[in-house]
């Protein structure tokens, strides 16, 4: 098996076209903003026309040093403890070495910054996932990374700091005193527990502070979900047989829709995967897909970035604090916020404790200890594979490990 060649746009194949992102009526260009803060190809990858967008031979030379194809898994273990004759396969992304899918879409960004000349990458990051993956990529490239961290996460996934800073990192709770945002949200709440909107704003305020940085999202922006579907893509390759339902968790919809946008569009374009179901699992914390509503809103808190049409719970949204941070994100990717209104992809959502149930029957039967993210796709495997029928199919991805989450396990028995 090879890795792909081309990561894969939904966007041409999708039922009606995607709403475009806008400025406000009543302020400066947030559109002409981006020209100033992302990497220029990632600017053209974001409206692409192609179906499909060559990978870099330089990105792909990366992809397998750090492991790609990553390994497409039956669940044997959790298929015997079911015992109902649904037949249950995994995507691990864990098995690259930051432990999660983040690492596919921070080796491009960070490497067309440097193609602009930049010094610097800056980003958010909520759990950890993205900033680690984006403190490793910028080592592998020979940048500098500047990381917000969301605040409750910064003190309980301590882990992840050190690893970034051994990485080369430097890493900031959100809110922060380095930026404007930062000291207005603690002026106003000094126990903020910081948010991912907050900490996008810091992290586009840090940008246009300094010379030679760009900045490069985690999620929810086209490009980001384009180049995850490298997972997809691999799964196309490696699947034995078609699913009767692809199963995938949802913070900003990067992994989920990494995974499940090249089997989407093949249905969309009547090549297949008829009967396949496509749900998306999120967190009781941030309800976007199951409570938002449909419209336009910013990214971030600060209203820095251009308004895009998605399912959200408003920019402003502060989510209480979870185990599994990485999917407390106010909005969903615009692309997988449509498919919802569509009816093509179905949406749940799970509280903290049925979910960390599930993560320690599967690494007891599969003998992998899942992040918490990734075991809210874990509870709805379960869930539906003992209402499906015996021959059934199920797909997930396990977007990575939990070995870095000591907080999210620390009360399981």
């Known amino acids: 098996m090879m890795i792909p060649h081309y990561w894969y746009n939904i966007n041409v194949d999708l039922p009606k076209p995607l709403p475009p992102p806008i400025d406000p009526y009543e302020a400066d260009s947030r559109i002409a903003l981006l020209m100033r803060i992302l990497p220029s190809e990632l600017i053209d990858q974001e409206f692409t026309p192609l179906r499909y967008v060559p990978i870099p031979d330089e990105v792909r030379e990366l992809y397998e040093r750090m492991g790609r194809p990553t390994p497409f898994r039956r669940a044997y273990g959790l ?6 004759g649904v037949r249950i396969y995994y995507k691990f992304e864990g098995a690259l070495p930051t432990g999660s899918h983040k690492l596919n879409t921070a080796i491009p960004q960070v490497y067309y910054a440097l193609k602009d000349g930049a010094r610097e990458v800056v980003t958010e990051t909520g759990a950890g996932q993205w900033g680690l993956a984006v403190s490793l990529a910028a080592a592998l490239l020979g940048v500098k990374a500047t990381v917000f ?7 309980n996934k301590t882990q992840r700091v050190l690893f970034m800073r051994t990485y080369g990192a430097e890493v900031y709770p959100s809110p922060s005193e380095l930026t404007k945002y930062g000291r207005e949200a603690l002026r106003v709440r000094p126990d903020h527990p910081g948010s991912l909107g907050l900490a996008i704003t810091e992290a586009i305020e840090f940008t246009l502070m300094g010379e030679g940085r760009k900045y490069i999202p985690g999620s929810v922006l086209g490009f980001v979900i384009l180049h995850q579907t490298v997972i997809g893509q691999e799964v196309l390759q490696q699947m034995p047989e078609e699913p009767d339902l692809v199963i995938g968790c949802v913070g900003g919809g990067s992994n ?3 995974f499940s ?3 989407i569009g093949a249905k969309l374009r009547g090549e297949g995967f008829e009967k396949t179901r496509f ?8 309800p976007k897909l199951t409570s938002g509503r449909y419209m336009y809103d910013f990214p971030d808190t600060g209203g820095l970035l251009p308004m895009v049409k998605m399912l959200t719970l408003g920019h402003d949204y502060v989510p209480p604090p979870t185990h599994a941070a990485g999917l407390r994100y106010h909005g969903a990717a615009p692309a997988l916020s449509l498919l919802v209104r569509e009816g093509i992809v179905e949406a749940r959502a799970y509280g903290q404790e049925e979910v960390m149930e599930a993560a320690r029957l599967f690494a007891r039967t599969e003998g992998i200890i899942p992040a918490p993210e990734s075991a809210h796709a874990i509870r709805a495997v379960i869930d539906e ?3 499906m029928p015996k021959g059934s199919v199920i797909f997930f991805n396990l977007s990575g490990h939990g070995l870095l989450d000591v907080d999210a396990y620390s009360n399981v028995r």
């Open 79 to 84: 298929e015997r403890a079911l015992g109902n």
């Open 149 to 155: 961290m969301t605040r409750n996460s910064y003190f």
């Open 256 to 258: 989920f829709s990494g």
């Open 261 to 263: 946008f090249p089997m």
């Open 279 to 286: 749900l998306a699992v999120e967190s009781k914390a941030a």
């Open 385 to 387: 594979a003992k209402r």
